[in-house]
């Protein structure tokens, strides 16, 4: 006899599986009442992961579910019970937003039953309790995004960037097979809980090609991650899969791509062990972070500029990662998840605004002139200055030193921290540069904000943490293995907080000396352009390396006499 | 050398697969096709058992790179039937590395029917298509799709198979085999199913996607509809059972 809260964690995967199917079978019947078909059993499907997680909250103890078979698990903990809850919910917006906007594309039964396979896919991904099972729902998700990105086929450009998102995953799929293989030939299991009790026991396990096992097979699962979440240099299909439909936008910007985080944070028992790995995610999501953003503000379309908008957000979360914050990273990852998805929906909605309003603000003459109103002032510079650079400062400072006194004995706050002074600078300088009636009235409200955002955010993210994991030791043990020398973090430290000072410093000057009529560039501004909207020749360079494989398949066909 | 007479016959490695491809390109009736497919490796399987060699240390190396070898050419082959040829021959190779781990004859032939069902389901479909238009080239009718959404829809679900995607037997014939093999076979192994993958999509983009060229086309029968799914929903079923428990 299965107890209530087994029966839900077996039917959160099941309910949308039930929904496609029944969609399929019914496929006669009209569209409308499949989709409301699916979309009731959407909303069964959060009222089942609202009903996980309240459990969990009510017991504190996680759920695990095997069979005979050695796979087919299901381990419901924190982890994934929260992430259950977001991939419903999205889902759901996401089956209601659909209704409407996929109701004049064909295929719209064929939409909601790949829909709902997804969704039973993605929950079975953040539910599994055995590498197998894990494995099966990684690899569904592609070839299911691979359809739902394809779905209008008469469209050679939707099929074309469907390929190379389908591709990336099986590449990043590959890895994660081979992680799953060392760590069973080592550990003799494929089921979770007990792998990581068995990785805890025995961490130093004999290494491959003179390097630890946990290294390799950790470095592997990071492999995954990167391709699933769009991390250089695996990123070029992301911005690109805007040819799919704009409800398949928003639910793999706002749950799918956010996997690979989702994985790192399953597999933090392998990366206690891996403090390289650690700073080589750090690395990578950092070069991300940065190429994401430069290339999201080159951007003239706002689906695209979304779409690099989300990269540099995973390049973030993969920071986050690798300095140790991975509840942090989840915590991100859910608020990412749900103003992208917001985002996404509503882009059609802002273009439709766009066409009426060219939002370019106007000069001073004309405000004064023409509108006649009082010509805008800013705040003194000096002044500005200070505030911008004191002010987050302190209320960053402030704010962890209530939640945790001993917050800067650790790197990976630190770091954080610096990111979100940068972050909190950026917004008050960017403030100072708006010409407004009253400019210390608006400052006075943007520190508020400010205030209450970063308050809100550090309490939140400090249970958070609580929640996700419980085990202090565990916690701590991660933003342990992701320290570097503290000679070195020092100098790091300075060197980043120079580049960045000076940074502002030249950028202020560029601006106020700049006439804003001379739109020429020199040669270097040029190159850097080209760089930019060519989006640094990867996907050409992919390109070319894809023609590469192909001659050379025809060259042995020719060869072999196609036999 | 009885072993060589089976890697040329029934169980292809290149270059000895030539006339096992020859001989498929050379019979015309798909049912024939389907047949030769499907029992060859079966008989294949039966030679080993008799023979009862142990499998020399280099035959599963020269196996893989065989595999690679039909893997990377099926890339750029444009006709239905030839590319489930390949597919064979890239696939069956892998039953040679099984048979060297030591794997009970019965596990081979089930091994051997769950590589070779997709690719000899292939061979009937491609049968179809050229009794309609005279060959079955992708790109050459693309947006079949919507002109024969039937066949598409079932070549969908035989490719899908035949790249051993989760969950169709292929998958775990794949991964037990994997789960098994040591990191470098493993990766070599992991190489030729990505590879499997990119053809296959290749392959559905050149015949199910685009805009559809062909007014009136007859599409499969209803009647072949159900036995086509039905014989890919026993196939899934029977692989869950028999293979489900990888390890």
Known sequence: ?563 | MALLLIACLLLPLFPLSMPFNALLNWLKRPGIRFAVVLIAPQLGVLALDYVAQPIPDWLPVWALASAAFYAIRLLSVRDLGMWAGFLATSALALVWIFAAEGAAPLDLHLFAFGLSLPPALLMLLAGTLVRRFGAAYAGLHGGLGRCLPRWSRILIWVVLAAIATPVFPGFFIVLGLVFDARWPSAAAILFVWLIWSWAGTRLLQGFVFDICQQVEVRDLRPAAVAVYSGALALFLIAGLIVTGGVL
């Open chain 1, 1 to 563: 006899m299965l107890d209530p809260m087994d029966t839900l964690a077996i039917l959160l995967p099941a309910v949308p599986l039930f929904s496609a199917l029944a969609i399929a079978l019914l496929s006669a019947r009209p569209g409308r009442q499949l989709a409301r078909l699916s979309v009731i059993l959407s909303v069964a499907t959060f009222a089942l992961a609202a009903g996980v997680l309240g459990g969990y909250l009510a017991t504190s103890s996680p759920i695990w579910l095997t069979t005979d078979l050695g796979w087919g698990s299901i381990y419901l903990d924190p982890l994934s019970s929260i992430m259950s809850l977001l991939v419903a919910g999205i889902s759901l917006v996401v089956h209601v937003y659909s209704v409407r906007y996929m109701a004049e594309e064909p295929g719209y039964a064929r939409f909601f039953a790949l829909l709902d396979l997804m969704t039973a896919a993605i929950l079975l991904m953040v539910a599994a309790g055995d590498f197998i099972t894990l494995l099966i729902a990684w690899h569904l998700i592609g070839v299911l995004l691979y359809f739902l990105l394809g779905h209008n086929q008469q469209r050679p450009a939707a099929q074309r960037y469907a390929f190379w998102t389908f591709f990336t995953y099986r590449l990043g799929d590959l890895p994660l097979v081979l992680a799953a293989v060392l760590l069973y030939q080592t550990y003799d299991t494929v089921a979770l809980p007990e792998l990581f009790e068995r990785i805890a026991a025995m961490p130093n396990a004999p290494g491959i090609l003179g390097f630890s096992l946990l290294e390799v097979v950790a470095l592997l699962i990071a492999l995954a991650a990167f391709a699933r979440s769009a991390q250089f240099p695996f990123h070029t299909w992301l911005p690109y899969t805007m040819e799919g439909p704009t409800p398949v936008s928003a639910l793999m910007h706002a749950g799918i791509v956010n996997a690979g985080g989702f994985l790192l944070n399953r597999f933090a028992p392998v990366f206690v062990e891996a403090g390289s790995v650690l700073h080589l995610v750090f690395a990578v999501g950092l070069i991300t972070a940065v190429l994401g953003s430069v290339l999201m503000l080159t951007q003239n379309d706002i689906k695209k500029s979304l779409g690099y908008s989300t990269m540099g957000q995973m390049g973030f979360m993969f920071v986050e990662c690798g300095v140790g914050a991975f509840s942090l990273a989840i915590y991100h990852l859910i608020a990412h998840g749900l103003f992208k998805g917001t985002m996404f929906l509503g882009a059609g909605g802002i273009i439709g605004e766009a066409r009426k309003h060219d939002g370019v603000p106007h000069q001073d003459v004309y405000t004064l002139v023409v509108e006649r109103k009082p010509a805008a002032a800013r705040m003194p510079w000096m002044l500005a200055a200070g505030i911008t650079v004191i002010v987050p400062f302190v209320i960053l400072g402030l704010s962890h030193w209530l939640v945790d006194g001993d917050f800067v004995g650790q790197q990976g706050a630190i770091v954080l921290l610096f990111f979100g002074w940068v972050t909190g600078a950026q917004l008050l300088f960017a403030t100072h540069r708006l010409r407004v009636d009253s400019p210390s009235r608006l400052m006075a409200l943007i520190i508020l904000s400010l205030t209450i955002v970063v308050v809100g955010y550090t309490l939140i993210e400090h249970n958070f943490d609580l929640f996700l994991y419980p085990d202090r030791v565990m916690s701590e043990r991660l933003y342990a293995a992701a320290s570097i020398p503290m000679a070195v973090f020092g100098g790091l430290v300075t060197l980043v907080t120079l580049a960045v000072v000076v940074g502002w410093i030249a950028a202020y000057y560029a601006m106020a000396n700049r006439d804003p009529l001379d739109g020429r560039a020199d040669g270097p501004r040029m190159m850097l352009y080209s760089l930019f909207s060519r989006e640094f020749y990867v996907a050409d360079l992919y390109t070319r390396l894809t023609e590469w494989v192909l001659a050379v398949s025809k060259r042995f066909n020719i060869w072999s006499r196609w036999v």
